[in-house]
């Protein structure tokens, strides 16, 4: 479990969102504060989202833990010659609008989950989410089945694209038989390797670190606890 190292800033103003921010927001959603936590600006609605949305990938500096100020504003990613890397957005600047998404206080709130594919963060909407509800994540995906269901949904379409002729060609055309042999980047054991210790006591951001709930890396998926 770790704490932040440094509070996270005063409250948030929509006067402070970086304009590469604004212009990338979807259509469907707006930035607005936030009703879970009122020192910070949200996410939300303005049109039905469908269950099943992709967003991202969260975006931010690459940093390593001891070089994070707060854990309120990133997630660690897993890297196999690098080892746990945060992808770190508590400056607005270095981010994206999934920066502004909070943390959901209870399941009932939750609506957004999120994914690790091929080492970047994406949220998916869990449930629809109609006009004027605040997108909100938390990653329990180890004891929600409707999460488990939405990942096992995740890595059939990776198995798919894998398979798919298209992507078949790609990998004879990409095969040469002088090249240099190259090491897979992830292991067979390297997730039994990696597993983070979480210690989750509460939904208190400032408690815990953004470690996700699992990674897909196609066609396989990887639990992580």
Same mark, same amino acid.
């Given at each position: 479990m770790h704490q932040n190292t440094e509070s996270v800033a005063a409250t948030e103003t929509l006067a402070e969102v970086p304009e590469h921010v604004l212009r990338g927001l979807p259509e469907e959603v707006r930035l607005l504060p936030s009703a879970v936590d009122k020192s910070r600006i949200g996410v939300w609605a303005t049109k039905p989202i469908l269950k099943g949305k *992709?967003?991202?990938?969260?975006?931010?500096?690459? *940093?390593?833990? &001891?070089?994070?100020?707060?854990?309120?504003y990133m997630w660690e990613v897993y890297y196999p010659n690098l080892g746990w890397m945060c992808i770190d957005a508590t400056d607005p600047e270095k981010g994206n609008w999934l920066r502004y998404v909070n943390w959901a206080c209870s399941g009932e709130e939750q609506n957004l989950f999120p994914l690790e594919i091929n080492r970047a963060i994406y949220y %998916?909407?869990? %449930?629809? $989410?109609?006009?004027? #509800? #605040?997108?909100?994540?938390?990653?329990?995906?180890?004891?929600?089945?409707? $999460?488990?269901?939405? $990942? #096992?949904? #995740?890595?059939? &379409?990776?198995?798919?694209?894998? &398979?798919?002729? %298209?992507?078949?060609r790609a990998t004879v055309s990409a095969w040469?038989?002088?090249?240099?042999?190259?090491?897979?980047?992830?292991?067979?054991?390297?997730?039994e390797r990696s597993r983070p210790q979480q210690q989750i006591s509460s939904r208190d951001p400032s408690s815990k670190s953004r470690r996700f709930v699992c990674f897909i890396t196609a066609p396989e998926v990887t639990w992580t606890q």
């Open positions: *992709k967003f991202g990938p969260f975006v931010g500096d690459k *940093k390593k833990r &001891s070089q994070v100020r707060n854990n309120v %998916k909407t869990l %449930k629809p $989410i109609a006009p004027g #509800e #605040e997108l909100l994540v938390w990653y329990n995906g180890e004891d929600n089945p409707e $999460i488990a269901a939405a $990942i #096992e949904e #995740e890595r059939a &379409s990776a198995r798919s694209k894998r &398979s798919s002729p %298209k992507s078949r040469h038989p002088d090249a240099p042999h190259r090491q897979p980047l992830t292991s067979p054991d390297s997730a």
